[in-house]
């Protein structure tokens, strides 16, 4: 008989290779500097306009082709959703579809991801939801009411500043 080789899993292909000089090119001197700057962080902070998304994105393209960093290393952060599925989508443009499983996000929904990530460390469930601001003060006035003060006296959103106050400088429950 034959002897049958178990299937192997393959590599996946190499990333797509971008040229230093095609990411330089059109940068101005600052530019080139911050996409080419040394490892570690970086934080880029310009105006409106001024060319933020390309060099954060040439950056990328650049530690992944030219350093051969894992694009699974890298953590790039925008305001807003928006931004962070164009930046995905034009890092993609220069490394192919990886891109689109690296962490390009806002800080809040990378913070989320660590946390549902790591819930277990911290005494969380991995699908807990997070509330915005009238979510807690809809919250608080559920507990306002089971506990049967006044409103007027206690004004849900009064009340749930003052509590927010109270965890902002770390007074517990029992203190407070």
Known sequence: GRVMAEPVEQAPPPFERVRTEELLAGLNPVQRDAVTAPDGPLLVVAGAGSGKT?????????????RRVSPFGLLAITFTNKAAGEMKDR??????PVAHRMWVSTFHSACSRILRREAA?????????????????????????????DPK??????LHGRISALKNELVGPEEA
Do not use: K
């Not at 890092?91 to 192919?96: D, Q, R, T």
């Not at 997070?130 to 507990?143: E, F, G, H, K």
């Not at 006296?153 to 009064?158: G, I, N, S, V, Y």
């Open 121 to 149: 460390h911290v005494g969380l469930r991995s699908q807990f939801t997070i509330y915005d601001q009238s979510d807690a003060v809809r919250l608080v006035d559920y507990v306002r009411r089971d506990m049967n003060l």
């Open 54 to 66: 390309r060099v954060l994105t040439n950056r990328i393209a650049f530690l992944i082709a030219e």
């Open 153 to 158: 006296r206690f004004p849900p959103r009064q």
């Open 91 to 96: 890092v993609a443009a220069l490394v192919g």
